[in-house]
């Protein structure tokens, strides 16, 4: 049995330092959102109606969990009862300087669409906080947003870990039958996650690369074979990267750079009509100052006039002033 499903109060689930950003992005998307309470990384919102479940389907990239607020409690176990019988509980706790999900019984399943969850939030010992939201598609199925993953010692880089991440918040799926190209890609932590995947690389970036990563490396695109993993090395600025260089059949956009949304975004365009045949963009957005989320509706309607019918812009629990930008074609669309 599902317990209250309207309520004043929201709580939602931020990355430490994020929260003041956070209101900025609800202010910029007029919602009657009022701060009601605030500590690291966990922030509650009133409204003067009610809140339901409808109500968090707000698309707030700073957010890494928005919950329908049940209230606090000074134990675990009283949170949880707040929940009540009947439904699945998340546990995440504020800790270490992050806010961070508790693992699970089975860490590698997704909740059904629609599944309502319940999740306890720990901010110390005697405050406990209990919510509940809805699954629904690019909602990460892990508690607080945080799926735990850790990366492995043979990776050059913490990109490895941003493309995991992203990969399971939005349930994205590559196979060996997709080519990405990815700007940026020096040392190469990103290649190596897609390699391990079994996935073709073209990697974009004058900077040298990780030996672990050279390994699968070929010496012409001409070289690559359908369905296996290699990695072609294009060594050489974004913008000297040809048509020749990415060849036919890329599938995939991907950024790391270090440069501004703006001048990666105007290289996403142009490597979109390079390679009509990209049906997905995965980009990491490196900020300045986190407040530039009031940017966010230029991001997103640049992805929009490529061609991409879905778009997204998510903080995802790996990131310091970074967003991932998701842009998806429907398969079969150019």
Not at 213 to 229: C, F, L, N, T, Y
Not at 283 to 309: C, N, P
């Amino acid at each position: 049995m599902t317990p209250l499903l309207d309520t004043e109060f929201v709580f939602a689930l931020t990355n430490p330092g994020s929260e003041k950003a956070l209101k900025l992005e609800i202010d910029h998307q007029w919602l009657d959102w009022r701060l009601s309470y605030q500590r690291r990384g966990f922030v509650t919102f009133k409204t003067d109606g009610k809140f339901s479940l409808s109500s968090l389907d707000q698309p707030l990239a700073c957010a890494r969990r928005l919950c329908l607020s049940l209230g606090k409690a000074a134990t675990r176990e009283q949170a949880v009862a707040l929940i009540g019988p009947g439904l699945p509980i998340h546990f995440a706790r504020f800790h270490e300087r992050k806010m961070v999900g508790l693992p699970q019984a089975d860490p590698s399943a997704r909740p059904a669409l629609g599944q309502v969850i319940g999740t306890v939030v720990e901010l110390s010992p005697t405050e406990f906080w209990a919510g509940l939201h809805r699954h629904a598609p690019f909602l990460s199925p892990d508690p607080a947003g945080d799926s735990g993953t850790e990366m492995p010692p043979h990776s050059p880089s913490r990109a490895w870990l941003k493309l995991e991440e992203a990969r399971r918040f939005f349930d994205l799926k590559f196979t060996p039958h997709d080519c990405v190209v990815e700007l940026g890609c020096a040392p190469g932590g990103v290649v190596l996650a897609l390699l391990d995947r079994g996935v073709p690389v073209i990697g974009v970036d004058p900077a040298k690369m990780a030996a672990v990563v050279m390994d699968s490396a070929i010496a012409e695109r001409e070289d690559g074979k359908p369905g296996q993993p290699w990695f072609f090395h294009s060594r050489k600025p974004a913008a000297l990267t040809s048509k020749r260089d990415l060849g036919t059949g890329v599938t995939w956009f991907m950024s790391d750079m270090n440069q501004s949304p703006e001048v990666v975004l105007k290289e996403c365009s142009r490597f979109c009509k390079m390679a009509p045949s990209i049906r997905g963009v995965l980009i990491t957005l490196k900020l300045t100052d986190l407040l530039q989320v009031s940017e966010k509706s230029q991001w997103l309607a640049a992805l929009s006039e490529m061609g991409f019918h879905t778009v997204r812009l998510q903080q995802l629990s790996v990131h310091h002033k970074e967003f991932a930008l998701l842009g998806l074609k429907p398969r079969g669309k150019d």
